[in-house]
């Protein structure tokens, strides 16, 4: 160790003057001074134990004594025997141990007593260290292993630089996992060159530093796939378990809680019932020709089929982000990870920028290779959607009664009705952006400012129509112009150019109804408010008029 043993009790003594004295503890040294690692920067880990049964608090105390930064960690017996005990327990499936339970118990372990040396000793014998190495050894392996085929599935989805950072993972992760089968299993990598110098090995050491050399430059794919397969050697050397090169045994699988809905051309892609993706047309088309369940080279394959050039960055999109999965055949799902790093799992990136956020046919993207994530909870997506296609709707049914009213003269009628195709419009502009609980209808033009600058025109347009009076035919005319208008200038912001004229014809009525059952499957399965109780019975019958439904059962 760099600091004698007079040196760590006078440490200790000045540590423990700054703390209660109301339990006797047991101490010992942890981490890589303990180890033999360390350096004048080295903080001075000290681990209290006591016989109490509270659990004592996790967090360290952080102390400054002498120049240095002292750490006092407090366990009781209790806690420590927890912490062994789940370990031996867990160590059957190491893919699920938890890391920092690994890292404690090593550091418990491997510990120097410094007090009441037979508690320390008593409670380190609940887990023999050949056991603890085995744990250890068989922890890195699988992790080693994750990694290593990871940077197979990278290398055939064509990310040739990535896959030589996880080949790079699985390297360290292969020989920390052979230098742990012989006692060196301390997890911090920094000190790898010290655990290999002390395994006394040159011929590992030596062949390990080679490959971390080899490391290609960014851009060389051949390279990369040499240096995996070097990598893939030295891990069969080092006996690190079945991990040939052969990327046949990847399958690509569906993910639990992924579901997938389309809206015209658009598909959108639900994660775990909380966060949307919407595909772009070449991400989209990507999407549709995934078939589940095969072997990752046959999926290229199938995917390349449909004429879409170079589909494996987007496959390797959806697979950071969790919207399907790698197996590898006999070894469960691909999970890579990296030692004292964040958690594995799903990467969730930045939400969309793109403006306005949704129209009735899908959510915007950023351009075809999109893989965008909606900027809105899941359940407030499908409620903005619905009082989008609903909004418009109402739209069309207002210039309808308005025009009915105009013709038979009925001027306060006709003002009310085109107030409502107004405040509809308006709806519709808000769910756009995803606005959604909505203002109150008489607060909509007022919350327009809630939007970007550019539909400040509209907030112009609106107000003078809410203000408009009707006393003349000529006057009609004018308003019912200006609300045609003024809706068109409105779908033309929040996308809705293309809304089918509902009530004009049995056709136009059938293409709004599919429009809105489109949208009110994925609200239904999201359990979103509906924008009205009616669109229960249009989920009913599948989108069709409920009473044609019936008489078609009947026939």
């Given at each position: 160790m760099i600091l004698t043993e007079d040196q760590l009790q006078g440490l200790l003594d000045r540590s423990l003057a700054e703390l209660p004295r109301a339990t006797e503890w047991a101490v010992a040294l942890e981490g890589s001074i303990a180890e033999g690692f360390g350096n004048p920067s080295s903080d001075i880990d000290f681990l209290l134990i006591g016989r109490s049964e509270d659990d004592l608090p996790t967090m360290p105390s952080l102390l400054f004594v002498d120049g240095r930064r002292v750490e006092i960690r407090t366990r009781s017996v209790r806690q420590l025997t927890d912490q062994l005990r789940t370990l031996e327990d867990g160590a059957k499936r190491p893919g699920r141990l938890s890391e920092d339970l690994l890292n404690r118990c090593q550091r418990l372990l491997h510990s120097h007593p410094l007090r009441g040396h037979a508690l320390v000793g008593e409670v380190k014998a609940m887990l023999p260290v050949e056991r603890f190495r085995r744990i250890a050894a068989d922890w890195w392996a699988h992790r080693a292993r994750q990694s290593l085929r990871y940077a197979m599935a990278l290398l055939c989805l064509g990310e040739a630089d990535e896959a030589v950072d996880w080949s790079r993972a699985g390297l360290v992760q292969t020989v920390k996992s052979w230098a742990a089968g012989l006692g060196e299993t301390y997890l911090e990598p920094k000190w790898l060159s010290l655990q290999l110098d002390r395994a006394d090995r040159p011929e590992v050491r030596d062949r390990y530093w080679e490959l971390e050399a080899a490391a290609p430059a960014p851009g060389d794919a051949d390279a990369a796939r040499g240096h995996l397969a070097a990598c893939l050697a030295f891990a069969e050397e080092l006996r690190l378990g079945e991990v040939?090169?052969?990327?046949?045994?990847?399958?690509?699988?569906?993910?639990?809680?992924?579901?997938?809905?389309?809206?015209?051309?658009?598909?959108?892609?639900?994660?775990?019932?909380?966060?949307?993706?919407?595909?772009?047309?070449?991400?989209?088309?990507?999407?549709?020709?995934?078939?589940?369940?095969?072997?990752?080279?046959?999926?290229?394959?199938?995917?390349?089929?449909?004429?879409?050039?170079?589909?494996?960055?987007?496959?390797?999109?959806?697979?950071?982000?969790?919207?399907?999965?790698?197996?590898?055949?006999?070894?469960?799902?691909?999970?890579?990870?990296?030692?004292?790093?964040?958690?594995?799992?799903?990467?969730?990136?930045?939400?969309?920028?793109?403006?306005?956020?949704?129209?009735?046919?899908?959510?915007?993207?950023?351009?075809?290779?999109?893989?965008?994530?909606?900027?809105?909870?899941?359940?407030?997506?499908?409620?903005?959607?619905?009082?989008?296609?609903?909004?418009?709707?109402?739209?069309?049914?207002?210039?309808?009664?308005?025009?009915?009213?105009?013709?038979?003269?009925?001027?306060?009628?006709?003002?009310?009705?085109?107030?409502?195709?107004?405040?509809?419009?308006?709806?519709?502009?808000?769910?756009?952006?995803?606005?959604?609980?909505?203002?109150?209808?008489?607060?909509?033009?007022?919350?327009?400012?809630?939007?970007?600058?550019?539909?400040?025109?509209?907030?112009?347009?609106?107000?003078?129509?809410?203000?408009?009076?009707?006393?003349?035919?000529?006057?009609?005319?004018?308003?019912?112009?200006?609300?045609?208008?003024?809706?068109?200038?409105?779908?033309?912001?929040?996308?809705?150019?293309?809304?089918?004229?509902?009530?004009?014809?049995?056709?136009?009525?059938?293409?709004?109804?599919?429009?809105?059952?489109?949208?009110?499957?994925?609200?239904?399965?999201?359990?979103?408010?509906?924008?009205?109780?009616?669109?229960?019975?249009?989920?009913?019958?599948?989108?069709?008029?409920?009473?044609?439904?019936?008489?078609?059962?009947?026939?």
């Amino acid at each position: 160790m760099i600091l004698t043993e007079d040196q760590l009790q006078g440490l200790l003594d000045r540590s423990l003057a700054e703390l209660p004295r109301a339990t006797e503890w047991a101490v010992a040294l942890e981490g890589s001074i303990a180890e033999g690692f360390g350096n004048p920067s080295s903080d001075i880990d000290f681990l209290l134990i006591g016989r109490s049964e509270d659990d004592l608090p996790t967090m360290p105390s952080l102390l400054f004594v002498d120049g240095r930064r002292v750490e006092i960690r407090t366990r009781s017996v209790r806690q420590l025997t927890d912490q062994l005990r789940t370990l031996e327990d867990g160590a059957k499936r190491p893919g699920r141990l938890s890391e920092d339970l690994l890292n404690r118990c090593q550091r418990l372990l491997h510990s120097h007593p410094l007090r009441g040396h037979a508690l320390v000793g008593e409670v380190k014998a609940m887990l023999p260290v050949e056991r603890f190495r085995r744990i250890a050894a068989d922890w890195w392996a699988h992790r080693a292993r994750q990694s290593l085929r990871y940077a197979m599935a990278l290398l055939c989805l064509g990310e040739a630089d990535e896959a030589v950072d996880w080949s790079r993972a699985g390297l360290v992760q292969t020989v920390k996992s052979w230098a742990a089968g012989l006692g060196e299993t301390y997890l911090e990598p920094k000190w790898l060159s010290l655990q290999l110098d002390r395994a006394d090995r040159p011929e590992v050491r030596d062949r390990y530093w080679e490959l971390e050399a080899a490391a290609p430059a960014p851009g060389d794919a051949d390279a990369a796939r040499g240096h995996l397969a070097a990598c893939l050697a030295f891990a069969e050397e080092l006996r690190l378990g079945e991990v040939p090169w052969r990327p046949e045994r990847l399958t690509v699988e569906r993910v639990a809680g992924v579901t997938t809905w389309q809206t015209g051309e658009r598909i959108h892609v639900i994660r775990g019932r909380r966060e949307v993706f919407a595909l772009g047309d070449r991400a989209g088309a990507v999407w549709r020709s995934l078939v589940l369940g095969r072997p990752l080279p046959q999926v290229l394959a199938a995917t390349a089929d449909t004429g879409i050039v170079d589909p494996g960055p987007r496959l390797a999109a959806f697979l950071r982000y969790g919207l399907i999965r790698l197996v590898w055949k006999g070894g469960g799902t691909v999970t890579p990870s990296l030692p004292l790093a964040a958690p594995p799992g799903p990467v969730t990136p930045p939400p969309s920028t793109v403006q306005p956020l949704l129209s009735v046919r899908g959510a915007a993207v950023s351009g075809p290779d999109a893989i965008d994530l909606v900027p809105l909870p899941a359940d407030r997506f499908s409620a903005a959607t619905m009082a989008l296609v609903w909004s418009n709707v109402v739209v069309e049914n207002a210039v309808e009664d308005l025009t009915g009213a105009l013709q038979r003269g009925q001027w306060r009628v006709a003002e009310l009705t085109a107030r409502r195709a107004v405040h509809a419009a308006l709806r519709g502009l808000f769910s756009a952006y995803g606005v959604n609980p909505l203002p109150a209808d008489s607060d909509l033009v007022r919350r327009i400012d809630l939007l970007p600058p550019a539909t400040r025109v509209i907030r112009a347009r609106a107000e003078a129509l809410l203000r408009r009076t009707v006393d003349s035919a000529e006057h009609g005319d004018g308003l019912l112009t200006e609300v045609r208008a003024c809706a068109a200038l409105v779908r033309d912001a929040a996308g809705a150019d293309a809304f089918p004229a509902s009530f004009d014809s049995a056709d136009t009525w059938r293409a709004t109804l599919q429009l809105g059952y489109d949208w009110l499957r994925i609200g239904a399965y999201l359990d979103a408010e509906l924008p009205i109780e009616e669109a229960r019975d249009l989920l009913a019958s599948n989108g069709a008029q409920p009473h044609q439904t019936a008489r078609r059962a009947a026939a």
